[in-house]
């Protein structure tokens, strides 16, 4: 067995919660010569702790092929002392196959009971990252590509299969291949810190950013048509600077989001013109053609029978000329639609919201949370 020890230069504590304190955290990940812990090993152990003021990482190699048992022992004891554990997928792969290579090597379970994997708190990188795919939209979800996106600029990409190859060169005497064994292990793990910043996901995603400004846009669409919009400028909370390396630009129901670090920015179409507010009871109600209106059967009694007809639930409304904006459940009442059946529907935009702080505020957040939702069951425009 050969231990290596070397100080990693980045420092991500930044993206840590208060509820994962870095001196208690162990960040570790596995080279295995394959994927079933039944017949394969465990050949090397990579992991960082905090040193105060730095990252370490440590890394135990089987140089002999025979000293897996040793590189778990030397490894477990090292992570005594700690609570939490991070790791990529690790509550699949590698925590899973650390459990069952103790089984197997350790007969008379002196090990398995100093094992102090089981009572830490897991963290998963993974799975904090999961609920999000179809929001970030990434070609895929590997370790690397989820580091690509924060902006890391990791050059190594040897795969898992490859360092296999390696290794078992390695043992075969060419001593040449030890460096590229060591690199993957380690880049793996330093992009472990790298990727930290996913522990501050649901702050995005599930928090509601505050409002710093609104205002109206003029503009013409694609056809030539005048538009307008609302456009919300929102401040998101306790987000370190230099988060995302990359904006967020997600779309819903032709409402738009961009977030940037500590900033997103909501657009929303507004609507000038004339709406129709549909009555539920339509059978209490007569349509009057001419009027192109419906009118409750205790007033109709007075106009001419031959100019009314029994309201229908298509033609029970009255119009009503406005500015209006979107909703998608009962944000704001009354509310009102182009046509009966439309899934969007509209309130009016009034002179006393257009002075209400808090109106916007409000109704940042649920335009905000309604696209996050949306992009995150796959349901956009």
């Not at 490894?75 to 925590?95: A, P, T």
């Not at 309201?311 to 998608?328: D, G, I, Q, V």
């Amino acid at each position: 067995m050969q231990i290596y020890s070397k100080t990693l230069s980045l420092n991500t504590n930044e993206f840590f919660p208060d509820s994962i304190s870095p001196e208690e955290s162990l960040l570790f990940d596995l080279e295995t010569t394959g994927l079933s812990a039944e017949n394969n090993r465990i050949f090397l152990i990579g992991c960082a702790s905090w040193q105060g003021d730095h990252w370490q990482l440590m890394q135990w190699f089987d140089d002999t092929g025979e000293d897996e048992k040793n590189i778990l022992a030397s490894f477990l004891l090292y992570s005594q002392g700690k609570k939490v554990l991070i790791h990529f997928n690790g509550n699949r792969f590698d925590i899973p196959f650390v459990t069952r290579r103790l089984a197997l090597l350790d007969e008379s379970s002196a090990l398995s009971s100093l094992n102090p994997l089981p009572s830490m708190q897991s963290v998963d990188l993974y799975q904090m990252v999961k609920p999000y795919k179809q929001i970030l939209g990434l070609p895929d979800y590997r370790q690397q590509t989820l580091e690509a996106f924060f902006g890391s600029d990791r050059t190594e990409n040897t795969t898992g299969e490859q360092e296999v190859i390696s290794y078992q060169a390695f043992l075969n005497g060419d001593s040449s291949q030890l460096s590229s064994v060591l690199a993957h292990n380690s880049a793996d793990v330093e992009g472990l810190l790298h990727l930290t910043r996913l522990l501050l996901l649901p702050r995005i995603f599930e928090s509601n950013p505050s409002v710093i400004r609104a205002q109206a846009d003029y503009y013409r669409g694609a056809d030539g048509t005048s538009r307008e919009e609302l456009i919300l400028t929102m401040r998101i909370h306790q987000m370190p600077d230099g988060y995302l390396a990359n904006p967020i630009a997600l779309s819903a129901d032709g409402c738009y989001v961009n977030i940037s670090d500590h900033k997103a920015i909501v657009k929303v179409p507004m609507f000038t013109g004339e709406l129709r507010y549909f009555y539920a009871n339509y059978k209490d109600y007569y349509y009057l053609p001419v009027e192109d209106q419906a009118i409750h059967k205790s007033i109709a009694q007075f106009t001419d029978p031959n100019h009314r007809e029994q309201a229908k639930a298509e033609n029970c409304y009255t119009r009503k000329t406005s500015t209006y904006l979107p909703e998608w459940d009962l944000f704001r009442s009354p509310f009102f639609k182009k046509e009966y059946r439309d899934r969007t529907v509209w309130f009016e935009f009034t002179k006393e919201m257009k002075m209400d702080k808090q109106f916007f505020s409000d109704y940042a957040g649920y335009v905000y949370r309604h696209v996050i939702d949306a992009n995150k069951t796959g349901r956009k425009d």
